[in-house]
Protein backbone atom coordinates (compact mmCIF):
# COMPACT_ATOMS: atom_id res chain seq x y z
CA UNK A 1 0.00 0.00 0.00
CA UNK A 2 0.90 3.77 -0.69
CA UNK A 3 0.67 6.73 0.92
CA UNK A 4 1.01 10.00 -1.03
CA UNK A 5 0.54 13.18 0.51
CA UNK A 6 0.51 16.70 -1.65
CA UNK A 7 1.03 19.54 0.91
CA UNK A 8 1.34 23.39 0.84
CA UNK A 9 3.61 26.12 2.73
CA UNK A 10 0.54 28.31 2.23
CA UNK A 11 -3.20 28.27 1.57
CA UNK A 12 -4.09 29.46 -1.90
CA UNK A 13 -1.22 28.03 -4.20
CA UNK A 14 -3.81 25.60 -6.05
CA UNK A 15 -3.31 22.30 -3.98
CA UNK A 16 -6.76 20.77 -3.26
CA UNK A 17 -7.34 21.44 -6.90
CA UNK A 18 -4.38 19.80 -7.78
CA UNK A 19 -5.20 16.76 -5.58
CA UNK A 20 -8.81 16.52 -6.89
CA UNK A 21 -7.57 15.90 -10.32
CA UNK A 22 -4.41 13.40 -9.17
CA UNK A 23 -7.20 11.48 -7.33
CA UNK A 24 -8.81 11.04 -11.05
CA UNK A 25 -5.76 9.50 -12.51
CA UNK A 26 -5.36 7.00 -10.04
CA UNK A 27 -7.56 3.51 -11.23
CA UNK A 28 -8.79 2.70 -7.58
CA UNK A 29 -7.96 5.36 -4.75
CA UNK A 30 -8.63 6.05 -1.34
CA UNK A 31 -8.72 9.96 -0.55
CA UNK A 32 -8.38 11.79 2.57
CA UNK A 33 -8.93 15.10 3.03
CA UNK A 34 -6.56 16.14 5.84
CA UNK A 35 -7.38 19.61 6.20
CA UNK A 36 -9.81 19.33 8.55
CA UNK A 37 -9.85 22.88 9.50
CA UNK A 38 -11.35 23.90 6.09
CA UNK A 39 -11.90 21.00 4.67
CA UNK A 40 -13.68 21.33 0.96
CA UNK A 41 -12.79 18.24 -1.16
CA UNK A 42 -15.91 16.99 -0.53
CA UNK A 43 -17.45 20.41 -2.87
CA UNK A 44 -15.36 18.89 -5.82
CA UNK A 45 -15.65 15.49 -5.51
CA UNK A 46 -18.81 15.59 -4.17
CA UNK A 47 -18.81 12.34 -2.14
CA UNK A 48 -21.57 10.05 -1.70
CA UNK A 49 -21.19 9.88 2.50
CA UNK A 50 -22.45 6.43 3.54
CA UNK A 51 -20.34 6.85 7.34
CA UNK A 52 -20.70 9.51 9.55
CA UNK A 53 -19.30 9.60 12.92
CA UNK A 54 -19.05 11.47 15.98
CA UNK A 55 -15.58 13.09 16.69
CA UNK A 56 -14.45 14.06 20.66
CA UNK A 57 -12.28 16.53 19.95
CA UNK A 58 -11.72 17.27 23.77
CA UNK A 59 -13.41 18.35 27.19
CA UNK A 60 -14.56 21.33 28.33
CA UNK A 61 -15.57 22.97 31.64
CA UNK A 62 -19.65 23.03 32.62
CA UNK A 63 -20.63 24.91 35.76
CA UNK A 64 -23.53 23.28 37.84
CA UNK A 65 -25.18 26.71 38.89
CA UNK A 66 -26.96 25.22 41.39
CA UNK A 67 -24.41 24.30 43.47
CA UNK A 68 -21.88 26.92 42.65
CA UNK A 69 -21.06 29.21 45.39
CA UNK A 70 -19.18 31.84 42.86
CA UNK A 71 -16.21 32.40 45.32
CA UNK A 72 -14.17 32.89 42.37
CA UNK A 73 -11.47 30.64 42.65
CA UNK A 74 -11.67 29.17 39.74
CA UNK A 75 -11.03 32.47 37.95
CA UNK A 76 -8.24 32.35 40.54
CA UNK A 77 -6.67 29.50 39.20
CA UNK A 78 -7.73 29.34 35.36
CA UNK A 79 -4.36 29.80 33.54
CA UNK A 80 -5.96 30.66 30.22
CA UNK A 81 -8.72 33.25 31.69
CA UNK A 82 -11.31 31.69 30.78
CA UNK A 83 -13.53 31.99 33.50
CA UNK A 84 -14.63 35.14 34.96
CA UNK A 85 -16.96 36.70 37.24
CA UNK A 86 -19.84 38.78 36.22
CA UNK A 87 -22.94 40.07 38.41
CA UNK A 88 -21.91 37.80 40.92
CA UNK A 89 -22.21 34.73 38.45
CA UNK A 90 -19.10 32.78 37.12
CA UNK A 91 -19.06 32.63 33.48
CA UNK A 92 -16.80 29.93 31.59
CA UNK A 93 -15.67 30.76 27.78
CA UNK A 94 -16.00 27.36 26.15
CA UNK A 95 -13.86 29.21 23.17
CA UNK A 96 -11.14 29.72 25.76
CA UNK A 97 -10.97 26.61 27.68
CA UNK A 98 -8.26 23.98 27.29
CA UNK A 99 -10.01 21.16 28.99
CA UNK A 100 -7.44 21.26 31.87
CA UNK A 101 -9.74 20.15 34.38
CA UNK A 102 -7.95 22.58 37.30
CA UNK A 103 -11.05 24.22 38.03
CA UNK A 104 -13.16 20.94 38.93
CA UNK A 105 -10.48 20.41 41.02
CA UNK A 106 -10.21 23.68 43.15
CA UNK A 107 -13.94 24.22 43.14
CA UNK A 108 -14.77 23.57 46.90
CA UNK A 109 -18.27 23.27 46.17
CA UNK A 110 -17.54 20.90 43.31
CA UNK A 111 -19.92 22.51 41.02
CA UNK A 112 -17.34 22.33 37.65
CA UNK A 113 -17.76 18.93 35.47
CA UNK A 114 -16.04 18.49 32.38
CA UNK A 115 -18.07 17.49 29.19
CA UNK A 116 -16.85 15.83 25.77
CA UNK A 117 -17.27 18.14 22.61
CA UNK A 118 -19.38 16.04 20.37
CA UNK A 119 -19.93 18.85 17.43
CA UNK A 120 -17.13 17.70 15.08
CA UNK A 121 -17.79 15.07 12.78
CA UNK A 122 -15.95 13.06 9.87
CA UNK A 123 -17.19 10.85 7.13
CA UNK A 124 -16.69 8.34 4.38
CA UNK A 125 -18.44 8.82 1.34
CA UNK A 126 -17.82 6.86 -2.41
CA UNK A 127 -16.46 8.72 -5.12
CA UNK A 128 -16.33 8.52 -8.57
CA UNK A 129 -13.12 5.94 -8.33
CA UNK A 130 -12.94 5.05 -4.60
CA UNK A 131 -13.87 6.72 -1.36
CA UNK A 132 -13.56 10.15 0.28
CA UNK A 133 -12.25 10.28 4.02
CA UNK A 134 -13.40 13.82 5.25
CA UNK A 135 -13.99 15.82 8.28
CA UNK A 136 -16.15 19.12 9.83
CA UNK A 137 -13.79 20.03 12.75
CA UNK A 138 -16.04 22.83 14.88
CA UNK A 139 -15.02 26.27 14.61
CA UNK A 140 -12.76 26.66 17.52
CA UNK A 141 -11.88 23.46 18.24
CA UNK A 142 -8.08 22.38 18.50
CA UNK A 143 -6.78 18.65 17.93
CA UNK A 144 -6.86 18.99 14.44
CA UNK A 145 -3.63 16.99 14.30
CA UNK A 146 -5.72 14.44 16.21
CA UNK A 147 -8.53 14.19 13.67
CA UNK A 148 -6.16 13.87 10.98
CA UNK A 149 -4.44 10.89 12.58
CA UNK A 150 -8.31 9.37 12.90
CA UNK A 151 -9.02 9.68 9.62
CA UNK A 152 -5.31 8.12 8.91
CA UNK A 153 -6.19 5.22 10.90
CA UNK A 154 -9.59 4.67 9.56
CA UNK A 155 -8.47 4.95 5.92
CA UNK A 156 -5.49 2.69 6.09
CA UNK A 157 -7.82 0.10 7.36
CA UNK A 158 -10.20 0.47 4.98
CA UNK A 159 -8.00 0.08 1.93
CA UNK A 160 -6.24 -2.95 4.01
CA UNK A 161 -9.83 -4.70 4.34
CA UNK A 162 -10.68 -3.80 0.91
CA UNK A 163 -7.45 -4.41 -0.92
CA UNK A 164 -6.89 -0.88 -2.23
CA UNK A 165 -3.05 -0.01 -2.81
CA UNK A 166 -3.16 3.67 -2.88
CA UNK A 167 -4.02 6.09 -0.41
CA UNK A 168 -3.98 10.22 -1.49
CA UNK A 169 -3.83 12.27 1.38
CA UNK A 170 -4.76 16.59 0.59
CA UNK A 171 -2.71 17.87 3.51
CA UNK A 172 -3.21 21.37 5.31
CA UNK A 173 -1.56 24.74 4.02
CA UNK A 174 1.09 25.14 6.51
CA UNK A 175 3.69 23.78 8.78
CA UNK A 176 1.34 22.40 11.59
CA UNK A 177 0.18 19.69 13.79
CA UNK A 178 -1.92 18.77 10.82
CA UNK A 179 0.77 18.57 8.17
CA UNK A 180 2.48 16.72 10.53
CA UNK A 181 0.36 14.18 11.42
CA UNK A 182 -0.09 13.98 7.44
CA UNK A 183 3.54 13.49 6.46
CA UNK A 184 4.10 10.91 8.93
CA UNK A 185 5.24 7.35 7.65
CA UNK A 186 4.01 8.41 4.09
CA UNK A 187 5.10 6.77 0.85
CA UNK A 188 5.71 10.16 -0.55
CA UNK A 189 5.33 13.80 -0.16
CA UNK A 190 4.59 16.73 -2.93
CA UNK A 191 4.56 20.67 -2.23
CA UNK A 192 2.61 22.94 -4.63
CA UNK A 193 4.97 26.35 -4.78
CA UNK A 194 2.98 29.54 -6.36
CA UNK A 195 5.12 32.04 -8.10
CA UNK A 196 5.10 34.74 -5.29
CA UNK A 197 8.00 35.38 -2.99
CA UNK A 198 5.44 34.43 0.34
CA UNK A 199 5.03 30.75 -1.61
CA UNK A 200 8.79 30.43 -2.01
CA UNK A 201 9.22 31.52 2.12
CA UNK A 202 6.69 29.01 3.28
CA UNK A 203 8.22 26.02 0.55
CA UNK A 204 11.41 26.28 2.48
CA UNK A 205 9.76 25.63 5.99
CA UNK A 206 7.70 22.57 4.07
CA UNK A 207 10.69 21.13 2.66
CA UNK A 208 12.40 21.86 6.43
CA UNK A 209 9.67 19.87 8.12
CA UNK A 210 9.14 17.17 4.96
CA UNK A 211 13.20 16.55 5.77
CA UNK A 212 12.52 16.15 9.50
CA UNK A 213 10.31 13.20 9.13
CA UNK A 214 13.09 11.34 6.31
CA UNK A 215 11.06 12.71 2.79
CA UNK A 216 12.16 14.37 0.01
CA UNK A 217 9.98 16.02 -1.27
CA UNK A 218 9.01 16.42 -4.97
CA UNK A 219 7.34 19.99 -6.22
CA UNK A 220 4.98 21.30 -8.30
CA UNK A 221 5.03 25.17 -9.11
CA UNK A 222 1.81 26.01 -9.79
CA UNK A 223 0.37 29.41 -11.62
CA UNK A 224 4.20 29.71 -12.84
CA UNK A 225 3.29 32.02 -15.74
CA UNK A 226 2.32 34.99 -13.08
CA UNK A 227 6.05 35.51 -12.01
CA UNK A 228 8.22 33.84 -14.18
CA UNK A 229 11.22 35.33 -12.50
CA UNK A 230 10.32 34.24 -9.28
CA UNK A 231 9.90 30.63 -10.80
CA UNK A 232 13.15 30.81 -12.03
CA UNK A 233 13.98 31.54 -8.62
CA UNK A 234 12.07 28.49 -7.05
CA UNK A 235 13.17 26.01 -9.09
CA UNK A 236 17.12 27.09 -8.88
CA UNK A 237 16.29 26.96 -5.14
CA UNK A 238 15.40 23.53 -5.74
CA UNK A 239 18.37 22.75 -7.86
CA UNK A 240 20.55 23.75 -5.09
CA UNK A 241 18.35 21.55 -2.91
CA UNK A 242 18.33 18.67 -4.56
CA UNK A 243 14.88 18.70 -5.40
CA UNK A 244 12.92 17.66 -8.44
CA UNK A 245 10.74 19.97 -10.07
CA UNK A 246 8.25 17.76 -11.35
CA UNK A 247 5.62 20.12 -13.00
CA UNK A 248 5.00 24.17 -13.98
CA UNK A 249 1.55 24.46 -14.95
CA UNK A 250 0.71 28.20 -15.67
CA UNK A 251 -1.88 30.29 -14.52
CA UNK A 252 -5.13 29.37 -16.07
CA UNK A 253 -9.39 30.15 -15.49
CA UNK A 254 -9.75 25.97 -15.98
CA UNK A 255 -9.17 26.09 -12.11
CA UNK A 256 -11.63 28.26 -10.79
CA UNK A 257 -13.99 27.31 -13.80
CA UNK A 258 -13.92 23.92 -12.64
CA UNK A 259 -14.62 24.35 -8.63
CA UNK A 260 -17.48 26.77 -9.42
CA UNK A 261 -18.35 23.33 -11.68
CA UNK A 262 -17.98 21.46 -8.26
CA UNK A 263 -15.34 18.84 -10.81
CA UNK A 264 -12.08 18.17 -10.99
CA UNK A 265 -10.07 19.79 -13.73
CA UNK A 266 -9.83 16.27 -15.51
CA UNK A 267 -13.45 15.62 -15.28
CA UNK A 268 -14.19 19.41 -16.36
CA UNK A 269 -12.13 19.48 -19.30
CA UNK A 270 -10.06 16.29 -20.29
CA UNK A 271 -8.19 17.22 -22.92
CA UNK A 272 -7.47 20.87 -21.78
CA UNK A 273 -3.28 21.49 -21.73
CA UNK A 274 -3.47 21.35 -17.33
CA UNK A 275 -5.39 18.38 -17.65
CA UNK A 276 -2.09 17.05 -19.47
CA UNK A 277 0.62 18.85 -17.56
CA UNK A 278 -1.29 17.40 -14.41
CA UNK A 279 -1.48 14.28 -15.99
CA UNK A 280 2.25 14.32 -15.87
CA UNK A 281 2.81 15.36 -12.62
CA UNK A 282 1.28 11.91 -11.20
CA UNK A 283 3.04 9.70 -13.22
CA UNK A 284 6.13 11.32 -12.01
CA UNK A 285 4.95 11.04 -8.04
CA UNK A 286 3.58 7.73 -8.39
CA UNK A 287 6.73 6.13 -10.88
Known sequence: MREIAIISGKGGTGKTSISAAFSRFAASVVMIDADVDAANQHIILQPDNFIENEYVGGEYAKINYSSCLACGLCATYCRFDAIRQQKGTMIIEESACEGCKLCTHVCPAKSITMEEDRESRWYVGKIKNGVLFHARLAPGMDNSGKLVSLLRSEAKEYAKTNNK???????????????????????????????????????????????????????????????????????????????????????????????????????????????????????????
Not at 168 to 194: F, N, Q, R
Request: proline letters at 7%; one cysteine or more; charged letters at 20%.
Open 165 to 287: KLILIDGSPGVGCPVISTITGVSKVAIVVEATQSALHDLKRAVEISREFHHIPDVIINKYSLNEKISNEIENWCTDNELKVIGKIPFDPVFHKAVQARMPIPDFQPGHPVSKLLFECWKSIIG
